[in-house]
């Protein structure tokens, strides 16, 4: 064991302490119980909830995208019952659907489809999704410590993030919004439809900014000031390290964000003209904004991924990270690069000068993101590699992120982003980093703390179909797109001319693998709670600090002061709390390596 | 070594560019741009199948066994750790370098270039020629008819761009190139098409609402005879009327929104609405069988879009202030008033013709229901 | 309804009820000490207050994009200011700051009643700010029709982007207005506490410090702001 009853242990080291999750009194008292937590455990689950709905939203969103997509909308003539013709619009499915009258009024619909799409899933899934409710549960407990530095902060973040929400949700009740998730002016300040849709939508996204501030102060102040005696910064896991970067980008952009979207509701609301060019404003000067943060947020979602990807990897396969300090800093530096490439989102709008610049800026943090797949690849040699679901997951995210990651490439390069930029190139390549990098890890940690959040085990075998299905389903989704972008379909299309057809048949064949893929897992997660397997402690023989206490965790996750003994992934030298020595082989014949900590 | 293999590559433009691309680029500069793309794409293949033979074969040769502990191994190697970093860098460095100097080629246009006023509106592209001429032909593409800019083979083309609204951007797959068009600065860059005879799709990359899969236009390349036959042709204005107000009515972009064959658009169709009521947003009815009603009901529809909104249909449209003439709102009126079989529709208008004489001097009968216009 | 004790709930006080607040206070149980705790929320807050700098960021990087654009406007706008009331403002808040700071100070030395003059002087301050911005500037340039963009309506404006200048003046001095009275609650709440509940003493301050470190924001922010809008002419 590596904890020791820590000399001055407070008051509250109860030993019967029971679960976190364990109800006290009646349904009703329980629920005002979770409302009004400032348990930062129960906090991550609210928020772990709050996304997955918010992800349901917008996957029903992207389904529908992508069913409309299927056919592309064509004028066809056709006999009527009184013997004439008339031409009638066929391939608008949602427009069917609606009910919308004409062309126009059909393709409005599909751009609000994608817009709800696009603005649910950034601002309400990706960015607080992972360093939310993982990081939420895990950060104070893999630090050793009883909660976050603000608890009080934290169920406010949560608030905020529900508030956020419910004006978006009110835009899209009051009927949506069609500017796509970028709102870039002069449209969605004075051409967009629906005036008050707009303004909630934008004042949704300004709401969501302060959950991410709030919440990003509140790690970083927990990992500076809470981290339990004996942990030293490179004692952190890498999951921390992540989770600290990702916080200190949040921190540093969002409030551009925030005077960009209240600059923004003023211009629709007051006409101020900022961003009007009618009015001697600039438009140009609201990409720049939005992209000071939008870009840098890029790293705010996959960052955490990244996080996710090293614990997965170093605990399934029973190796320290491969060069731990090199990823860490590489973190740091993918956090530092990132506020100054914001300019690439607009090679086909700037100078020579400036467009020069940003893509060479834009190579260089293609570098600290390469040095960290290398670093991953490297760790599983010689291991003891499980094949489980977090682990397919790990080589999922390995294969899907650097695709992601190396169609970067012709993206930054200004050439050929001329031709690629806003075609279904780029849409494919986000999708690849956004989805296949951070949504990718998402699930992954989900299955590989879900036994430590609820105690439960799940059944493997459901839970590696389920993968394998979303590991098919999103390549043949997204892959045919790069195809799309580059023989010239741009993005956010109702409809297309006929030679894009087959393709974006097989994209949308695609996407109801992904679906059924995440179906299975919802059905294997369902089941566990209800009649999955009690789970040990320590399933998986993972070494940080998590792993030590009860599955699930107590209620003040440890029942003493835990005292850092060793890192976070000495593999090599240390039998993982709860495992038997006996049971534990360590590879004894050759000598241990400077674990570089 | 690695890198010439590469480039050997890059050059075929075999089944693997073919993936990707509908033939190879209608422009030296796109071809170019093609290399580059290839390039950097078996360089990805390479890293990609080496990274992920690796994974692959390293979790399936040390997968778990009972009792058979991970082995040590170095966990940190700077050395190594140097190399992946420096090497994939001078790689990258010079992709940037290529993909600059390949942009700027696509910038820069050459002295001699014909240049094309590009004017980009929701939802639709014209092109001002240098003799004044704006492209009337039509074409269908997709759902909708859309614009063709017809250009000389083997002359460079600059268009300079310009937004009556929001941003769009110009997009010519075929070239491999795209701008961004703005309201509030004028953007460009140049082209040259090789083959007469070629068609090239033309898209609106930028969103910009409702109809942005329908604002396309398509380049149709020609030889040089026939180019100057062409823009010569459109430099002079001519026909009934009708005639005009058609030309006038692509040339704004009119028939985007408003079909002509009674389909429901973004706007009111043009089929067999004149003479006949149109009930208004506001609950007031514009009187069928009025010649000066309708009459002015058009020209106010065209100057000042929201003021007599027909019910059903949101207020998209721009204003035409300053843009469309007295005389072109006369012909668009009369060219309305040939799609309708009202009685004051077609029949009337062809009556009115008639007497008249010969169809140029169809205007005098326009005339007069202008002046009627300025007495209300 | 009956409270569930949690760990973040504080121990029974130590000494008897009738101590003040300031030396019953016990920090959160998850901190190992009220020092720990201390200094989190000082971090907290600074990280806090770097956002709102880079909140201002944005409206600094507008007013200077446009300044170059358009100097003209910005020049006649600015010129159109009433160099008068915003010294005084710029005076009055110059005060405030070293009132707060004053109050701090008394907090640790335990003067508890000079310690409320400071902050009663700092809030009237505060509420003169407000009401010279509101009765002596905004008033009037808004009836005259100096207002911000579609809403400009005054006739004898000499350059037509002026209406961008009053946008970016409305904006920045509104959100900075909108700051100062947030400011304000904040030591009106700490000036309640320490009435009712004699909460700041010696040992125990943070949440005046912060509030303290938020006003001199407010401040810092408005000596860009002043020189930037009222002296460019």
Redesign the interface.
Request: hydrophobic share 50%; net charge negative; aromatic share 12%.
């Given at each position: 064991m590596s904890t020791i009853p820590a000399a001055h242990d407070t008051a509250h080291g109860h030993h019967d302490e029971g679960s976190y999750l364990t109800p006290r009194g009646p349904f009703l008292s329980t629920v005002v119980a979770w409302a009004t937590t400032i348990d930062h455990k129960k906090i991550g689950v609210m928020y772990l909830v709050a996304v997955l709905t918010m992800f349901f939203l917008g996957g029903v969103a992207a389904m529908a995208v992508r069913a409309e997509l299927w056919t592309p909308n064509r004028y066809v003539e056709q006999v009527q019952p009184d013997g004439t013709t008339q031409s009638v619009l066929q391939g608008d499915l949602l427009g069917k659907l609606f009910k919308a009258d004409g062309l126009g009024a059909a393709n409005n619909i599909y751009n609000r489809v994608f817009t709800l799409h696009g603005a649910i899933m950034v601002f309400m899934v990706i960015v607080p999704g992972v360093p939310a409710s993982l990081g939420n549960f895990f950060l104070p407990i893999m630090l050793g410590a009883k909660d976050v530095a603000f608890p009080r902060l934290n169920l406010l973040s949560w608030y905020i993030y529900v508030t956020g929400s419910i004006f978006a949700v009110l835009s899209i009740i009051l009927g949506g919004v069609d500017t796509g998730w970028t709102f870039y002016t002069p449209y969605s300040s004075t051409h967009a439809a629906g005036h008050w849709n707009v303004v909630f939508m934008i004042l949704g996204a300004f709401i969501l900014g302060f959950s991410s501030i709030l919440t990003g102060l509140n790690f970083i102040v927990t990992t500076h000031k809470l981290r339990c005696p004996g942990m030293g910064w490179f004692d952190m896991p890498l999951f921390i390290w992540a989770i600290y970067s990702t916080s200190i980008i949040a921190v540093l952009a969002t409030p551009v964000i925030g005077i960009t979207l209240l600059l923004l509701i003023f211009e629709r609301l007051f006409h101020v003209g900022i961003f009007d060019p009618a009015m001697g404003g600039d438009p140009v000067l609201f990409q720049h904004f939005f992209w000071f943060y939008s870009h840098p947020v890029v790293y705010v979602m996959i960052l955490p991924g990244m996080g996710i990807i090293s614990e997965l990897i170093a605990v399934h396969c029973r190796k320290p990270i491969f060069g731990y300090r090199a990823v860490a800093f590489a973190s740091l530096g993918i956090a530092a690069v990132s506020f100054i490439v914001w300019g690439h989102h607009m090679f086909a709008s700037m100078g020579e000068l400036a467009s020069a610049v940003f893509s060479f800026l834009t190579f260089l943090v293609a570098i600290p993101t390469a040095v960290k797949v290398f670093n991953w690849i490297a760790t599983l040699y010689k291991g003891s590699i499980a094949i489980n679901t977090p682990m397919l997951y790990a080589m999922s995210f390995l294969f899907l992120f650097s695709i992601g990651g190396l169609t970067g490439l012709p993206l930054g390069a200004l050439a050929t982003d001329l031709h690629l930029h806003d075609s279904y190139f780029v849409v494919a390549h986000f999708h690849y980093v956004m989805m296949g990098g951070t949504i990718i890890a998402f699930v992954g940690g989900l299955h590989h703390w879900w036994p430590k959040m609820f105690g439960r085990m799940y059944n493997e075998k459901w839970a590696m179909l389920g993968c394998a299905l979303v590991f098919i389903g999103f390549n043949v989704t997204f892959f045919t797109q790069f195809f799309l972008g580059t023989q010239g379909m741009p993005r956010r299309y109702a409809s297309y001319v006929d030679e894009f057809q087959f393709l974006h048949q097989v994209s949308t064949v695609g996407s109801w693998f992904l679906l059924l893929g995440f179906l299975v897992h919802l059905g294997t997660f369902i089941h566990s709670l209800v009649a999955g397997p009690k789970a040990p402690p320590n399933p998986w023989g993972g070494l940080t600090l998590e792993w030590e206490t009860e599955s699930p965790p107590i209620e003040h996750n440890f029942h003493h002061e835990p005292i850092l003994k060793h890192g976070p992934y000495d593999y090599d030298t240390t039998v993982p709390p709860h495992y038997d020595p006996a049971d534990y082989p360590l590879d004894t014949t050759t000598p241990p390596h400077d674990s570089g900590h | 070594m690695t890198a010439s293999l590469l480039t050997t590559l890059a050059q075929d433009s075999g089944p693997v560019h073919g993936l990707f691309f509908r033939g190879d680029s209608a422009w030296d500069k796109g071809v170019a741009t093609d290399g580059l793309f290839m390039w950097v794409f078996w360089f990805s293949t390479f890293w990609f199948v080496l990274l992920m033979g690796l994974m692959v074969w390293w979790v399936y040769k040390y997968r778990r066994r009972p009792g058979v502990p991970a082995k040590r191994s170095a966990s940190h190697n700077a050395p190594l750790e140097i190399v992946w970093t420096v090497v994939p860098s001078l790689f990258l460095g010079y992709i940037f370098f290529r993909g600059f100097h390949s942009y700027i080629d696509k910038l820069v246009a050459p002295a001699d270039s014909i240049e094309l006023v590009v004017k980009a509106m929701k939802w639709n592209w014209t092109a001002t020629y240098p003799n004044g001429g704006v492209s009337p032909d039509v074409m269908r593409l997709g759902a909708s008819d859309v614009p063709v800019f017809v250009m000389p083979a083997g002359r460079a083309v600059r268009f300079k761009m310009y937004s009556d609204d929001v941003i769009h951007s110009f997009w010519i797959p075929d070239f491999r190139m795209k701008f961004d068009v703005f309201p509030n600065r004028y953007t460009s860059f140049w082209i040259q098409p090789m083959q007469a005879g070629e068609t090239h799709w033309v898209f609106c990359a930028e969103y910009c609402g409702d109809q942005h899969s329908e604002m396309a236009a398509v380049i149709q390349v020609v030889t040089e005879a026939e180019y100057i036959e062409w823009v010569t042709r459109i430099g002079q204005v001519g026909g009934t009327p009708q005639e005009r107000g058609l030309v006038v009515a692509r040339k704004n972009g009119c028939l985007t929104c408003h079909s002509l064959d009674g389909t429901r658009n973004v706007g009111p169709t043009w089929r067999n609405a004149y003479g006949n009521p149109v009930p208004l947003a506001d609950g007031s009815t514009i009187p069928g069988d009025d010649r000066t009603a309708w009459d002015n009901y058009i020209r106010e529809s065209i100057l000042d879009p929201g003021a007599k909104l027909h019910a059903g249909f949101p207020n998209q449209m721009n204003s035409f202030q300053g843009q469309v003439s007295e005389d072109e709102i006369l012909w668009i009126t009369a060219y309305i008033r040939s799609l309708s079989d009202h009685p004051l529709g077609l029949a009337a208008l062809e009556a009115e013709q008639a007497a008249a004489g010969e169809g140029e001097n169809g205007e005098n009968g326009e005339g007069e229901n202008g002046s009627n216009g300025g007495e209300n | 309804?009956?409270s569930?004790p949690?760990?973040?709930d504080h121990?029974p006080s130590p000494g008897d009820a009738s101590a003040p607040g300031w030396k019953r206070y016990v920090a959160?149980?998850?901190?190992r000490s009220a020092a720990?705790e201390f200094?989190?929320?000082k971090?907290?807050f600074w990280?806090?207050l770097?956002?709102?700098v880079?909140?201002?960021?944005?409206?600094f990087?507008?007013y200077a994009?446009?300044r170059m654009?358009?100097p003209e406007a910005f020049a006649a706008g600015s010129h159109s200011l009433d160099v008068k009331w915003g010294g005084l403002n710029t005076v009055v808040l110059l005060i405030s700051s070293y009132t707060v700071a004053s109050s701090i100070r008394c907090a640790q030395l335990d003067k508890r009643f000079w310690l409320h003059v400071n902050l009663i002087i700092t809030l009237v301050c505060a509420a003169a700010f407000v009401v010279i911005k509101f009765t002596f500037e905004y008033g009037p340039k808004w009836a005259e029709g100096k207002r911000?963009?579609?809403?400009f309506d005054y006739p004898y404006w000499s350059h037509?982007?002026e209406?961008?200048w009053w946008?970016?003046y409305?904006?920045a001095t509104g959100?900075h207005a909108l700051h100062v009275v947030i400011g304000a609650c904040l030591l009106a709440w700490c000036l309640y506490r320490s009435v009712r509940h004699k909460a700041y003493g010696p040992t125990h301050y943070t949440m005046l410090e912060n509030s303290g470190l938020y006003w001199h924001l407010v401040d810092l922010i408005w000596i860009f702001l002043f020189p930037l809008l009222y002296l460019i002419h």
């Open positions: - | - | 309804m009956t569930i949690t760990h973040h121990q959160a149980s998850h901190f720990d200094d989190a929320c971090l907290g990280l806090f770097a956002t709102e880079l909140l201002f960021a944005g409206l990087c507008a994009i446009f654009m358009y911000p963009g579609v809403l037509p982007q209406p961008i946008s970016v409305y904006c959100i």
